[in-house]
T-cell receptor, first 115, second 115 residues
Framework: DQQVKQNSPSLSVQEGRISILNCDYT??????FLWYKKYPAEGPTFLIS?????DKNEDGRFTVFLNKSAKHLSLHIVPSQPGDSAVYFC??????????????FGTGTKLQVIP | ETGVTQSPTHLIKTRGQQVTLRCSSQ?????VSWYQQALGQGPQFIFQYYREEENGRGNFPPRFSGLQFPNYSSELNVNALELDDSALYLC??????????????FGPGTRLLVL
């Protein structure tokens, strides 16, 4: 049962253009959503998050949009840079999960930014 | 501030054996979570420890067990290894009780191969 889905395994974007990574979820109890970036041979690194009471959160070149009615979120990177090339994981957690942080990850989207 | 470290980086075991993986959290982080990442998949939550007690568990059998020590180190033990246990094992620490949405800091992982 894949509760967090990233349907695009890969994405290629030209440097300077916008990268849009999409994520869908099925569990309506999720109330925090996070994006992590992962380079080869490294652990995932936190990028940006959004709580379910918001529909947008922005941090520099990175913006996350949340559409609760559609159970969909997206990560926008503008402008894309070659150093952004990595695997991006969408993740979600439920604050009512019994006092602990059970984070559910998607399968990841590999972003390649072409110089 | 040192990051999260894991040892060993790679490990080969045979089916039926037992394995212990180690993690050193960031100083001051009371919560550690362990994840299994199979090839082509996102990390899957195994369990979480808070102040040396397991306070949350994912869909993993009891042969997956853990320990957390007062010096911010922790262990993941897997008994009776199966071929499907071959994966990258990630630990992640967070500063407080693992609230939903709290940033987790991941180690680089231990790649386990079961033959």
């Amino acid at each position: 049962d894949q509760q967090v889905k990233q349907n695009s395994p890969s994405l290629s974007v030209q440097e300077g253009r916008i990268s849009i990574l999409n994520c869908d979820y099925t569990n309506s109890m999720f109330d925090y959503f996070l994006w992590y970036k992962k380079y080869p041979a490294e652990g995932p690194t936190f990028l940006i998050s959004i709580s379910s009471i918001k529909d947008k959160n922005e941090d520099g070149r990175f913006t996350v949009f949340l559409n609760k009615s559609a159970k969909h979120l997206s990560l926008h990177i503008v402008p894309s840079q070659p150093g952004d090339s990595a695997v991006y994981f969408c993740a979600a957690s439920d604050s009512g999960s019994g006092g602990y942080q059970k984070v559910t990850f998607g399968t990841g989207t590999k972003l390649q930014v072409i110089p | 501030e040192t990051g999260v470290t894991q040892s060993p980086t790679h490990l080969i075991k045979t089916r039926g054996q037992q394995v212990t993986l180690r993690c050193s959290s960031q100083s001051g982080h009371n919560t550690v979570s362990w994840y299994q990442q199979a090839l082509g998949q996102g990390p899957q939550f195994i369990f979480q420890y808070y102040r040396e007690e397991e306070n949350g568990r994912g869909n993993f059998p009891p042969r997956f067990s853990g320990l957390q020590f007062p010096n911010y180190s922790s262990e993941l033990n897997v008994n009776a290894l199966e071929l499907d246990d071959s994966a990258l094992y990630l630990c992640a620490s967070s500063p407080t009780g693992g609230r939903a949405g709290e940033t987790q800091y991941f180690g680089p992982g231990t790649r386990l191969l079961v033959l």
